[in-house]
């Protein structure tokens, strides 16, 4: 059996931490709604590790897109496609 240190048990932390975050566009209900992604932020692909900065967020008909760049790349992301991405 082995025996876990501190920086094992730090890092088993931050991987389940992360495992259960998903992207957010914005906090609260009705009045209180406050967007928390915005122009700058740095988002994630959790599948390909590839860094994305937040243009701005858009509201359509069908729901809150982000659209992303990185060098040499606009992306848009659909609200479907955010458990995909974690903030940075």
Same mark, same amino acid.
């Given at each position: $059996?082995?025996?876990?240190?501190?920086?094992?048990?730090?890092?088993?932390?931050?991987?389940?931490? $992360? +495992?259960?975050?998903?992207? +957010?566009?914005?906090? @609260?209900? @009705?009045?209180?709604?406050?967007? *928390?992604?915005?122009? @700058?932020?740095? *988002?994630?692909?959790?599948?390909? /590790?590839?860094?994305?900065?937040? *243009?701005?967020?858009?509201?359509?008909?069908? @729901?809150?897109?982000?659209?992303?760049?990185?060098? /040499?790349?606009?992306?848009? *992301?659909?609200?479907?496609?955010?458990?995909?991405?974690?903030?940075?």
């Amino acid at each position: $059996m082995k025996t876990l240190s501190k920086k094992d048990i730090k890092q088993l932390i931050a991987v389940a931490a $992360m +495992q259960k975050e998903n992207l +957010q566009v914005y906090a @609260g209900k @009705g009045d209180k709604k406050e967007k *928390i992604v915005d122009t @700058g932020l740095k *988002i994630r692909h959790k599948p390909t /590790g590839l860094v994305y900065t937040v *243009i701005k967020p858009i509201e359509d008909e069908n @729901g809150i897109n982000i659209l992303c760049h990185r060098p /040499g790349k606009k992306l848009l *992301i659909h609200s479907k496609d955010f458990k995909d991405y974690e903030r940075q």
